[in-house]
């Protein structure tokens, strides 16, 4: 049973990065029939917040990225304090009194002098009277201490890893003021969740070669781990610089569906192709954990566009038929409306625009030059209703009266009856024009 979670801190906006993680896990679950979890990291009690935690449901609802079961770390810490105490008992958590002060101390005279700014277990080496004494002034923090040995990992996208513990520093699981930290809240929340696969940030292979430490030291072994390279602007510049123009708030604002970010991410940084997939099951079932790269990944923001009106082109009435009713747009008309409109479209929301021309009519956009050959035209155009053949019967007679063709017969007539230089096929539009017409002129 394959088991996943996307585990975000709720301190901020879902952006392109973090949904990066959450659709490979999702993925990956998926695929394998198996379950994903939702976890919020709220162990930081100034900088989580409710509404950042609704917003990312919200985020992942609108994507569609459905999740099995939620969990939230803070309604989890008896469990973390539990495995803090047993790793005391073991041995394995102690003590440290240094200030952050002092701890920067010691690493500029470490780099001065050439060496791993790597924290030297001065707290292991303190008799029990110096301990006293510390603890009489302060509470301590508390200290994974690491085995020096390789820590090694087929890593799902990296491939074998091997880090050497003595390179890494003990981690500090428990802050002075109480508070446990995410390496050891996650490794507890991982095994006892029975978590198989974890799939997060390259940003995150240290912690893993500490994590996978501490499971063990708990007693459970470790789910596997994949690391994905993070995703740059188009310039190689960091994506968090961009941030506020990507996080998925702004990009359903502007129109990108759903589908074009999770085809693009699914994607990108992979040896496959990217293609337009509406279908969820459709995406997990082609995602490979295996086909991606270890390189970062140049994203750029604007392919989104053109992903989106590829999908719109493709989505059949019956699904995008209850969006177009929030819209406005249904009744008998709707069916016909969609199909004459959809190869137009570069965003849903500008079907509501064809329908308030459907419906209303448009200010009619008529150069001076064209206005006799419109007058007579809209003078020929024969009463409603009109059919399939209504607009090439039309504009073949006015054709053969006025001697126009191509882009000077047909240009001024879009351009009189929507308003618009382009838009959708007049011959299956013009039908479903319910709105008032251009006056017309004495003609005849
Ligand atoms: N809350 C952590 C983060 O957002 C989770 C990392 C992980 O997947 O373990 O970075």
Same mark, same amino acid.
């Given at each position: 049973m394959t088991i996943t979670r996307f585990a975000p801190s709720p301190t901020g906006l879902l952006h392109l990065g973090n949904l990066r993680t959450a659709l490979f896990n999702w993925a990956l679950a998926r695929k394998a029939g198996g379950t994903f979890l939702l976890r919020l990291d709220d162990t930081d009690p100034e900088r989580s917040r409710p509404e950042f935690a609704e917003a990312i449901r919200a985020d992942l609802a609108w994507l569609g990225l459905a999740w099995d079961r939620e969990e939230t770390q803070s309604a989890r810490l008896d469990r973390y304090e539990a495995a803090a105490e047993a790793l005391k008992a073991s041995g394995r958590l102690y003590p440290c009194w240094e200030t952050p002060e002092e701890l920067d101390r010691r690493r500029k005279i470490q780099r001065t002098q050439g =060496?791993?700014?790597?924290?030297? =277990?001065a707290a292991l080496r303190l008799t029990e009277a110096e301990k006293a004494e510390l603890a009489a002034q302060r509470a301590p923090h508390w200290r994974f201490k690491l085995s020096h040995e390789r820590i090694e990992w087929v890593d799902g996208i990296l491939g074998e890893q091997s880090i050497d513990a003595a390179s890494v520093s003990d981690p500090v699981l428990i802050r002075a003021d109480g508070q446990v930290l995410y390496t050891l809240a996650s490794a507890v929340d991982d095994s006892e969740m029975g978590v198989t696969d974890v799939v997060r940030g390259a940003d995150h292979v240290t912690n893993t070669a500490a994590q996978i430490q501490i499971i063990r030291a708990l007693g459970a072994e470790p789910p596997r781990f994949a690391h994905h390279s993070l995703l740059t602007g188009p310039g190689g510049e960091a994506l968090s610089k961009r941030l506020g123009a990507l996080s998925l708030q702004d990009l359903r604002g502007q129109g990108i569906e759903p589908a074009a970010i999770l085809s693009l991410l699914s994607r990108l940084g992979s040896a496959d192709p990217v293609e337009p997939r509406r279908d969820l099951a459709e995406i997990a079932a082609g /995602?490979? *954990?295996?086909? /991606?790269?270890a390189a970062p990944v140049k994203l750029d923001p604007a392919d989104l566009g053109p992903l989106t009106a590829r999908i719109l082109h493709e989505t059949p009435f019956a699904d995008a038929a209850p969006r177009l009713a929030a819209l406005g747009i249904e009744g008998p008309d709707a069916a016909p409306f969609w199909a004459a409109v959809q190869g137009n479209l570069?965003? *849903?929301?500008?079907a509501a625009e064809w329908w308030d021309i459907a419906q209303n009519g448009a200010a009619p956009d008529v150069d001076h030059d064209d206005a006799d050959y419109v007058a007579l035209a809209l003078s020929r155009l024969p009463d409603r209703p009109w059919g399939p053949e209504t607009w090439k019967d039309w504009t073949g007679a006015l054709k053969a009266e006025t001697g126009r063709k191509g882009k000077a017969l047909f240009m001024p007539l879009r351009r009189a009856l929507t308003g618009r230089r382009a838009g959708p096929d007049m011959a299956a539009f013009l039908p479903l024009m319910r709105g008032p017409l251009p006056p017309r002129g004495p003609h005849g």
């Open positions: =060496r791993p700014p790597v924290y030297d =277990r /995602f490979d *954990l295996s086909r /991606f790269g570069g965003t *849903l929301a500008e």
